[in-house]
């Protein structure tokens, strides 16, 4: 069963890093309830569309977490500059990939309402 688009549950907002660019698109922002089921759906190439292109031979890694309604995907999404709230682009360049895989319960998040879109030190250089 679907969420409506103006649901505001309180979920994961998520930012998915894609290993090599898909045309233009390098991220992918989304937003679940149950982050591990909808983690699973993308790897098996269902849900978003631009994830079902990718699940056919472009590999991607769950680069960075907010607690947050669909509202706030909404707001990151229109906002842009996914490649800077994208931990990995960050540490590593735009032009860097890294195909290491980040563990859901260990990726970076921020729940601080004034520092939202910058990406937590999780070790890794600024």
Known sequence: MSTPKNDTSQGTVYLIHFDTPCRHARH?????????QRLRQHRAGHGARLLEVIAAGIDWTLARTWPGSRQRERQLKRQGGASRRCPICRAHGPAASDTSPVDPAKASSDTSSTNQDRPSNHGGPQ
């Open 28 to 36: 992918y922002t989304g937003w679940a309830l149950d982050l591990e």
